[in-house]
T-cell receptor
Framework: QQQVKQSPQSLIVQKGGISIINCAYE??????FPWYQQFPGKGPALLIA?????SEKKEGRFTISFNKSAKQFSLHIMDSQPGDSATYFC???????????FGTGTLLAVQP | NAGVTQTPKFQVLKTGQSMTLQCAQD?????MSWYRQDPGMGLRLIHY???????DQGEVPNGYNVSRSTTEDFPLRLLSAAPSQTSVYFC??????????FGPGTRLTVL
């Protein structure tokens, strides 16, 4: 079963708009929630991450919102730019093994 | 630092052939892992290792073997390749429970 559920599968946003990607998890032992960005032909790279002791983390135009009670977290990209066009993956890890489990990904296209 | 390196970048196999995907890291990370990436499926964990001599299964381990004799290297072996193993394979290393650094990937096609 999918331990980390991600939506939407694809997203089209106009330049300057806000991109929002959502993830939900089941395992309450998860305590690390990163977002990775992947460009075509490249490996994923860490964009921003959060731990459950805070409800929000912001780095530049990228913000993670975290809702522990709902077991959900989301990525907000403010003032989206064409260079942000990529595939975004949420992930989660924790517990005894700390295995990093990924969502299915969101293909973001920012139109100029 | 080279980071995480993977070889080969591309490979074509026939059904039943065996091969080893190589992965090496020079960041002295204890934690290493292998993922496969398929359209619509995201990144799925195959095997991982928390240190030399210690490996464990991920979400989709069937058909793959791993070993970890050194901190730097974590090879992935396909004993008898099947068309269902056509995929892009990524190796990663990092701190346990923290940021993972990914290699450039190996694109494998099994005919």
């Amino acid at each position: 079963q999918q331990q980390v559920k991600q939506s939407p599968q694809s997203l089209i946003v106009q330049k300057g708009g806000i991109s929002i990607i959502n993830c939900a998890y089941e395992n309450t032992a998860f305590d690390y929630f990163p977002w990775y960005q992947q460009f075509p032909g490249k490996g994923p790279a860490l964009l921003i991450a959060i731990r459950p002791d805070v409800s929000e983390k912001k780095e530049g135009r990228f913000t993670i919102s975290f809702n522990k009670s709902a077991k959900q977290f989301s990525l907000h990209i403010m003032d989206s730019q064409p260079g942000d066009s990529a595939t975004y993956f949420c992930a989660a890890s924790g517990g005894a093994t700390n295995k990093l489990i990924f969502g299915t990904g969101t293909l973001l296209a920012v139109q100029p | 630092n080279a980071g995480v390196t993977q070889t080969p970048k591309f490979q074509v196999l026939k059904t039943g052939q065996s091969m080893t995907l190589q992965c090496a890291q020079d960041m002295n990370h204890e934690y290493m892992s292998w993922y496969r990436q398929d359209p619509g499926m995201g990144l799925r964990l195959i095997h991982y290792s928390v240190g030399a001599g210690i490996t464990d299964q991920g979400e989709v381990p069937n058909g793959y073997n791993v070993s970890r004799s050194t901190t730097e290297d974590f090879p992935l072996r396909l004993l008898s390749a099947a068309p269902s193993q056509t995929s892009v394979y990524f190796c990663a290393s990092g701190e346990r429970g923290g940021e993972q650094f990914f290699g450039p990937g190996t694109r494998l096609t099994v005919l």
